[in-house]
């Protein structure tokens, strides 16, 4: 079963502030996806990657396979970024989800 | 764009009903999930469909059962509710296997079931 590790499980920041969340998986897969769930419960996938880098708006994911990390970056970070970020390794056996990074951004 | 319902938004039963609960979605997706999320935990997968007529358990299926008639639905059945199943129950879909590169999944707004 694929170990995954989500840091930090706590981040408060500034708004404008350059956001860094980490995953660590132990398990090769063949994509990873990471998430964002707002307060009240719905989840948005917001990236899926097998490899490099993804950009999408402020948003940046970037993987590395070999090294089973990914990581997720907010730029020029906004009150309205503030969320629970998962990320989600999948393999053979569906996904396996971290336990997220509560994300707040004061303004 | 793709669009996944559950029944209820909230739910309170007591010990020892039966419950349903229920998901539509609207892309003629193959695959549908059930998870339950509580705080410290994560997402847990309880089941999973890949067809009509066909389930998988996940990781914590005790307790629950499934259903899934019509490709659109997929019911999560708790046959006697238990306090320990408070908790936020999630559904998703998706067009191809989770775990592949194609298969991203769609998510619900959540039932929030309380078991008293």
């Known amino acids: 079963k694929n170990e995954v590790e989500q840091s930090p499980q706590n981040l408060t920041a500034q708004e404008g502030e350059f956001i860094t969340i980490n995953c660590s998986y132990s398990?090769?897969?063949?994509?990873l996806h990471w998430l964002q769930q707002h307060p009240g419960g719905g989840i948005v996938s917001l990236f899926m990657?097998?490899?490099g880098k993804k950009k999408h708006g402020r948003l940046i994911a970037t993987i590395n396979i070999q090294e089973k990390h990914s990581s997720l970056h907010i730029t020029a970070s906004h009150p309205r970024d503030s969320a629970v970020y998962i990320c989600?390794?999948?393999?053979?056996?569906?996904?396996?989800f971290g336990k997220g990074t509560h994300l707040i951004i004061q303004p | 764009d793709v669009k996944v319902t559950q029944s209820s938004r909230y739910l309170v039963k007591r010990t020892g009903e039966k419950v349903f609960l229920e998901c539509v979605q609207d892309?003629?997706?193959?695959?549908m999930f059930w998870y339950r999320q509580d705080p410290g935990l994560g997402l847990r997968l309880i089941y999973f469909?890949?067809?009509?007529?066909?389930?998988e358990k996940g990781d914590i299926p005790e307790g629950y059962s499934v259903s899934r008639e019509k490709k659109e639905r997929f019911s999560l059945i708790l046959e006697s509710a238990s306090t320990n199943q408070t908790s936020m129950y999630l559904c998703?879909?998706?067009?191809?296997?989770?775990?592949?590169?194609?298969?991203?999944?769609?998510f619900g707004p959540g039932t929030r079931l309380t078991v008293l």
């Open positions: 998703a879909s998706s067009l191809l296997p989770s775990g592949g590169a194609g298969g991203t999944q769609y």
């Open positions: 398990v090769g897969i063949s994509a």
């Open positions: 990657l097998s490899s």
């Open positions: 989600a390794p999948g393999g053979a056996d569906g996904l396996t």
């Open positions: 892309m003629d997706h193959e695959n």
């Open positions: 469909s890949y067809d009509v007529k066909m389930k």
